[in-house]
């Protein structure tokens, strides 16, 4: 059987330019002054412990005892005010409706919880919903995505996956549609999601409800 997996920030959510408008803000705050832009570049698809190795390199201190905490409440409350969906996802989502589905994130339980929420999409997957807290190891690694294919009861070979990320994509292992529609996207990124192994590149959900259609049609789930 096939099924739909959905990563989460930067294709669900447009996520990515909030948080790292956050954290270019925090760092800033530090004493180093850091653009969204660079943030993204410097940051983004990095574990948290190497970049938080990275700020205390670039500020020339440690890092404050609650940097991660009080960086994430101030993420959280960014989010309930200024959180949208990536454009179309919604009626993509229902559109697909009627094929399993769920997210794979490498982002925390209660942050997915919380975003879920705000965008009113809690009921579109209801108990699918699997964080990279879940694994042992996290993108690049395959865990997330294997845990959801199981957890579906989907062959792996059988499921599409939506990615924005090109770490996420050579994670996979699976078919991988790169999605570049959010607003974090910037010059260049389309290359990276080619080079790492996406089967298609999409600008927006329309693009990839074309192609998920005739994936389904030549994997009909079961």
């Given at each position: 059987?096939g ?41 983004s698809?990095?574990?948290?412990v190497?970049?938080?190795a990275?700020i ?10 609650r940097f991660?905490?009080?960086?994430k409440?101030a993420?959280?409350?960014r989010?309930?005010?200024d ?13 697909f409706?009627?094929?399993?589905r ?10 997915l ?5 705000v965008?009113?999409?809690e ?6 919903v699997y ?8 993108k690049?690694?395959?865990?997330i ?7 579906l009861?989907?062959?792996?070979r ?21 999605l570049?529609?959010a607003?974090?996207i910037r ?24 192609f998920a259609h005739r ?6 789930v079961?």
């Amino acid at each position: 059987m096939g099924a739909l997996i959905f990563d989460f920030d930067g294709v669900i959510a447009d996520s990515e330019a909030i948080a790292n408008s956050v954290l270019a803000e925090t760092v800033s705050g530090l004493g180093y002054p850091t653009t969204m832009d660079q943030s993204l570049t410097r940051y983004s698809g990095r574990r948290w412990v190497d970049a938080m190795a990275e700020i205390e390199t670039v500020t020339g201190k440690p890092l404050p005892t609650r940097f991660s905490d009080d960086l994430k409440q101030a993420t959280f409350e960014r989010f309930r005010t200024d959180l949208k969906e990536v454009s179309g996802a919604k009626d993509f989502i229902r559109r697909f409706s009627h094929l399993p589905r769920c997210i794979a994130s490498s982002s925390s339980m209660d942050r997915l919880e919380l975003c879920l929420s705000v965008l009113a999409l809690e009921a579109e997957f209801g108990s699918h919903v699997y964080s990279a807290d879940m694994v042992e190891r996290g993108k690049p690694h395959p865990d997330i995505f294997l845990l959801a294919a199981d957890k579906l009861g989907a062959d792996p070979r059988q499921c599409l996956v939506i990615e924005d990320s090109a770490g996420g994509i050579r994670a996979a292992g699976m078919t991988a549609v790169g999605l570049c529609a959010a607003s974090h996207i910037r010059e260049g990124h389309h290359l990276r999601l080619r080079d790492a192994g996406a089967v298609h590149l999409a600008d927006s959900w329309s693009d990839v409800a074309h192609f998920a259609h005739r994936f389904f049609e030549a994997n009909p789930v079961s």
